[in-house]
Each structure stands twice: as C-alpha cells, then as structure tokens.
C-alpha cells in the first residue's frame, strides 16, 4: 500500500507540473513496467530487428538459453530439426547467454554465423543477454519467477534449459539442460 500511495503522489506530481516534457518524463521514470504475459516482451534479435512475442499467438513456444560452446551446443540441430517438424504449432526462441563457464563469449554476429554456419538454425535467435544474477534479462525474470508468470519458480542451472509454454502464452514447464530437443518427454507436450 505504500509504494501505491508513492506511485500515486508521483504521478500527482507530474501531472500538476507546468513544464510538460518533464511530466512525461517523471512519469516513465517513476512507473514499474512489468511484464503480465510472454505476448508482452519484445527482444532484440541477433541481427538486430525485434523478436515481438505478441507474433506467436496461438502457437506453442520453446525459450532456449544458448551457448555456441557447451556439451550441449549440439542440442541446436535439435532444436532445429523439432522446429522445421513443428513450426506449423510451435515457435523455439533461442537466447545465448555467457553465464556458464564462458561458454558464450562471441558477439551477436558471430554467434549468429556459428548457429547458422554449423546448424543451419533458422529458428528466431534473440540477442546475448544474461539469464542470471543482477543483470538478468526481463524475460527470465518473467521466466523465473511464480510471481509474474503465475505458475513456477525456477532456476537456470546450465546452458540450454528449456521453458515450454502453451498456445495461450501460459508457461507449461522447464526442462534441464539434459533434456534434448527431440526427447519423449518434450516432445510429448507439444
């Protein structure tokens, strides 16, 4: 109730300043923006452009977390062998990320060389983010956390974690890193 009352004080300021471009900018400084659904984020892609998640509507998707040297890197051709199968119902949005190992350390663009050149991945690739600690992205906050997504708490343990979520934008569950693209247990929910 308190950072209600702050919030609201705050933008009483705002809206009774005389100088109206600072009004607006109070007001988008003070506001949390918080994410009620996956429809609502939009990433930065590998080559720049945006990956708008409002686009996947009506369409299972699978969150990936990245890394172009792991034991796990030949998960991608999985991966993209699951999303040329499915792709009629099924979106796999892959982000890279350096947190384990340093196993990531490429900038976008070689990272989106390597996953082309050696998968042939043709899946939406997001830009690297962090998917843990102090820095981790907005979407993996949502990602990770019951209470903004509604269901689960979870930890990224490794590379390659997957978060499964529904037609509706409701997350279904997570896998381990251990968990391959083209296994039962995966493929059995789609």
Do not use: H
Not at 169 to 188: A, C
């Amino acid at each position: 109730m308190i950072k209600l009352i702050a919030i609201s004080f705050t933008l009483l300021s705002c809206v009774t300043s005389t100088n109206p471009s600072m009004m607006n900018k109070e007001v988008v400084a003070t506001l949390p923006i918080t994410a009620k659904s996956i429809y609502d984020f939009k990433v930065e892609a590998l080559d720049g452009s945006t990956i708008d998640f409002s686009k996947f509507k009506g369409k299972k998707i699978l969150i990936v977390n990245t890394a172009s040297a792991c034991g796990y890197t030949p998960q991608y051709e999985g991966l993209e062998a699951l999303y040329k199968k499915y792709q009629d119902k099924l979106v796999i949005v892959g982000f890279p990320a350096n947190n384990f190992g340093g196993q990531e350390p490429g900038t976008n663009g070689e990272i989106k060389e390597f996953c082309k050149k050696n998968y042939g991945v043709t899946f939406p690739m997001a830009a690297k983010i962090s998917v843990k600690g102090d820095d981790m992205a907005a979407i993996y906050k949502w990602l990770c956390n019951k209470s903004e997504n509604g269901v689960l708490d979870a930890s990224i343990s490794w590379n390659f974690n997957k978060f499964l979520l529904d037609e509706r934008g409701n997350l279904i569950t997570k896998f381990d890193s251990k968990v391959t693209p083209l296994s039962d247990e995966l493929v059995s929910r789609l």
